[in-house]
């Protein structure tokens, strides 16, 4: 069965800081993994998709098979990243989302 | 800019109670979600729809929970009896075509279920 890990529940940084959330996956296929963010008083929403390669307000996410991790990364977090941020895998088999537990960030100023 | 709508907003109950949530997603997306998520946690799938016929209800407690989308537009969640393990946000999302990677889901502002 297909799992998604979040290590860590809360994470702060400062400012113009670089920010790492990590997130790893369990899951036997070929994966496909998406980064969600929710800021406050939003709605869930797609950040990124590792297929697309792109950069969404600075931040990108790169697939690493050998280590099964998705980890989100910013060089220069500004305090507009504050937020929940979900890591979710699809799987082609049952074809659903699989969220980890999310990550709370907080940017300090 | 189309959003999904849920409603209400808001919910409490007494245990044994029925309670019912809708979902209006955005207009054309033929896939529709219902997800639980308990504090602390992410979402977790419970039905998904594409257009009224379900697609996958194996994590919805089927003794308790029923969900339908007979036009295959909105679509209603029920819980009957509620408990108070079912406190929790539950969120709608849409997405077109559906069924692949690609799809990006939309989520409604979620319903908050308390059960007393």
């Known amino acids: 069965a297909q799992r998604v890990t979040q290590p860590e529940k809360l994470l702060s940084v400062f400012k113009g800081a670089p920010v790492e959330l990590k997130c790893n996956y369990s899951?036997?296929?070929?994966?496909?993994l998406f980064w969600y963010v929710q800021y406050s008083r939003q709605r869930l929403q797609l950040l990124l998709r590792?297929?697309s390669r792109e950069s969404i307000k600075g931040f990108t996410a790169d697939l690493n098979k050998g280590e099964t991790s998705f980890h989100l990364k910013k060089p220069f977090a500004q305090e507009e990243d504050s937020a929940m941020y979900y890591c979710?895998?699809?799987?082609?088999?049952?074809?659903?989302?699989?969220f980890g537990s999310g990550t709370q960030l907080t940017v300090l100023p | 800019e189309a959003e999904v709508a849920q409603s209400p907003r808001y919910k409490i109950t007494e245990k044994s109670q029925a309670v019912a949530f809708w979902c209006d997603p955005i207009?054309?997306?033929?896939?529709l979600y219902w997800y639980r998520q308990i504090l602390g946690q992410g979402p977790e799938l419970l039905v998904q729809?594409?257009?009224?016929?379900?697609?996958?209800d194996s994590q919805l407690p089927k003794d308790r929970f029923s969900a339908e989308r007979l036009k295959g537009v909105d679509s209603t969640l029920k819980i009957q009896p509620a408990e108070l393990g079912d406190s929790a946000m539950y969120l709608c999302?849409?997405?077109?075509?559906?069924?692949?990677?690609?799809?990006?889901?939309?989520f409604g502002p979620g319903t908050r279920l308390t059960v007393l």
């Open positions: 979710a895998l699809f799987s082609g088999s049952a074809r659903q989302l699989t």
């Open positions: 899951y036997s296929g070929s994966p496909e």
């Open positions: 999302a849409s997405s077109l075509p559906g069924l692949g990677p690609t799809d990006t889901q939309y």
């Open positions: 729809f594409q257009d009224e016929s379900v697609v996958d």
């Open positions: 207009s054309g997306h033929a896939t």
């Open positions: 590792h297929i």
